[in-house]
């Protein structure tokens, strides 16, 4: 005969019930959200070789800072003895947090505002980054727009930066390399707007290159107060240049990594060729300097 052992109210307290009780209602819920399957994240592309991350890695380490920025700065600030803070921050500071991203990018394959996940006190270092980025796509894009209108002005049978005899040159226009002898009054003839300008020696000249980019290109306002209009052959190179970067990136990085390898090996060239250039420009100006 089976005995059931009934339950035994207490004088002090509730009566003690044979229902569930806390614990199992606890694991009961826990197990029943286990049950709930996650979010399904879509799968993130992969580099198809690791050339491809390398010479992404150049491409994003090496640009116009390069040749515009550092030799500037370095100029600047003393010539060879800026190298020595430089190269102290470059090791101890540049490079391990360039590691730093590196890693953390490939170990968790996600953005930037999700990695930091791994230490929530940082997720505003995530939000700062992608500020950051924005206003440095920004900048950037505007100076391939400028480059991409230098291109297309340079197709010209003359190059208009190399003459006077523009619609946009002043009076001030004259090649930097002329030299004559101000004390004995001295005067030459400057072609400007197809007209002939006699100058006498001593006058400041503005190099037709100057007047191009800030008369032409950008059309220098005289102040904030006057904001100009709107260059619309710039807009459309800007228009150009986003449309290019977008066609750039939109098959992610298995399309971009082979796009690397072409960007990378033209700028290395163009890099080397714009420095040889320089100098060969340098001392022809210098010969000619040497012979007026």
Wanted: aromatic share 14%; with cysteine.
């Amino acid at each position: 005969m089976l005995i059931r052992k009934s339950s035994v109210s207490h004088s002090d307290g509730p009566p003690v019930s044979d229902g569930p009780s806390a614990r199992d209602s606890i694991n009961g819920e826990t197990e029943a959200r286990d049950k709930v399957p996650e979010e399904v994240l879509p799968p993130r592309d992969h580099w198809t070789t690791r050339l491809d991350f390398i010479f992404s890695c150049i491409g994003f380490s090496v640009g116009l800072g390069n040749v515009w920025r550092f030799p500037y700065l370095c100029y600047k600030n003393g010539g060879g003895a800026f190298l020595i803070p430089y190269f102290l921050t470059l090791f101890f500071a540049g490079v391990p947090m360039f590691f730093l991203e590196l890693a953390l990018g490939q170990y968790l394959s996600i953005g930037g505002l999700g990695v930091w996940k791994i230490c929530p006190a940082f997720k505003g270092v995530g939000y700062a980054s992608v500020v950051v980025a924005a206003w440095t796509i920004a900048f950037y894009i505007v100076i391939l727009s400028w480059a991409l209108y230098y291109l297309f002005m340079s197709m010209a049978s003359v190059l208009p930066w190399a003459t006077c005899n523009n619609w946009w040159n002043t009076e001030r226009c004259g090649s930097e390399y002329v030299r004559c002898n101000a004390t004995a009054n001295e005067t030459f003839i400057v072609v400007i707007n197809g007209a002939n300008v006699t100058r006498s020696c001593g006058t400041d000249v503005v190099s037709p290159v100057r007047e191009f980019w800030e008369l032409n290109v950008l059309q220098v306002s005289s102040g904030v107060h006057e904001q100009g209009r709107v260059r619309w052959p710039l807009a459309l190179t800007l228009l150009l240049a986003w449309v290019v970067c977008y066609f750039c990136i939109w098959k992610g990085v298995k399309w971009t990594g082979k796009l690397v390898y072409f960007d990378v090996s033209l700028r290395s060239v163009a890099h080397t060729s714009d420095s040889r250039s320089d100098t060969r420009w340098r001392r022809r100006g210098n010969r000619l300097l040497s012979l007026s």
